[in-house]
């Protein structure tokens, strides 16, 4: 008769060798797994892709480093995240990671995500974890400062370059529009305007004090903050609007077929939803405020740039006013 104990060493073995760490580029990281068992309540979550490899994408890093790095389980292995050199995924530079701070596991066509303990906290969905948490295909998931985006379907591949693919045009943290998506939509929009003599304006805004809410509060919690101030600007602009994050805290809604008069009415429903209501993060709740700077397409406007650097100047003339302010755009000096 085969002996059980040597045949899980040989699954865990095939299982090591098989499972592989690769950046967006397809090059290899390091590649280990340690296997351990936990109790689970029975097939609530089974996924239909059982036995199949399943996949973890880095989609948001605090120094926007690995971004799109990804790391692979099959049935049997395991991962586990932290800041100890001997875990499979090692993120030394992100302080708000535990040393042993979480651990994904493979176990009879489930993945099961388990907080070790950390300071933080581990988060799926923005909800803390309080024990064992079953992942669904498309879950995110908060490891400190670190996010994750959850795969586990049939054609893994197509699923992966489908969450690349988002990640060229999205922010990984907000899910906002990028700085490169926003770069590509004002050249198109500014040109048009001009092509047809369209009316487009452009809103800045960024989070009044921010640094502070991260040395206070803690990076985990800023991040909360960025998020719920996503959710509150996407749920109020138009599907033709297009609202990016540009920068850590600074935020663009690019406004085609609109006058700055009405621009500044959209920035002023946004600025007091924003400091209406705290958010609420893992610290408690964080009162904060934006600025807000409002620029319209002027004839000799010669390029997106220019109305760029229109609302800039808009923007920091609400920041010496005191902040938590809409101003229109300001004259070049």
Request: glycine residues 8%; proline residues 5%; charged residues 30%.
């Amino acid at each position: 008769m085969e002996d059980p104990d040597s045949t899980a060493k040989q699954r865990r073995a095939a299982a090591k060798r098989q499972r592989k760490t690769e950046s967006p580029t397809g090059s290899s990281r390091r590649q280990t797994t340690r296997s351990q068992t936990v109790p689970h309540d029975g097939p609530e979550g089974r996924a239909e892709s059982d036995g199949v490899e399943a996949n973890i994408i880095l989609i948001a890093h605090p120094d926007h480093s690995h971004i799109g790095t990804r790391y692979r389980l099959v049935p049997g292995s395991s991962i586990e995240i932290g800041r100890n050199p001997n875990v499979e995924v090692f993120l030394p530079e992100v302080p708000s990671i535990s040393r042993n701070h979480a651990r994904l596991e493979y176990l009879t066509g489930l993945v099961i995500l388990l907080d070790l303990g950390s300071t933080n906290g581990t988060y799926v969905n923005d909800r803390l974890l309080d024990g064992p948490a079953v992942l669904k295909s498309g879950d995110r998931f908060q490891v400190g400062a670190v996010h994750f985006k959850f795969l586990h379907e049939q054609d893994v591949e197509h699923a992966f370059h489908m969450a690349i693919f988002d990640l060229l045009t999205r922010d990984g943290l907000t899910e906002a529009y990028n700085k490169r998506k926003f770069d590509e939509e004002l050249d198109r929009e500014f040109a048009r305007s001009r092509r047809y003599s369209r009316p487009l304006s452009l809103i800045f805004f960024d989070v009044d004090h921010f640094k502070a809410v991260n040395d206070e509060h803690g990076h985990v919690a800023g991040d909360f903050v960025l998020k719920q101030i996503c959710e509150r600007v996407a749920e109020r602009v138009r599907l033709e609007q297009v609202f990016a994050r540009i920068g850590g805290e600074e935020f663009a809604v690019l406004c085609p077929e609109t006058e700055a008069s009405s621009a500044a009415l959209l920035a002023e429903k946004l600025r007091a939803s924003i400091a209406g209501e705290p958010c609420r993060t893992s610290k408690g709740a964080i009162a904060v405020t934006c600025s807000f700077g409002i620029a319209q397409r002027e004839p000799g406007m010669q390029s997106g740039q220019e109305l760029c650097e229109a609302a800039d100047r808009a923007l920091y003339a609400s920041k010496r006013a005191g902040r938590n302010l809409v101003t229109g755009a300001m004259p070049k000096i």
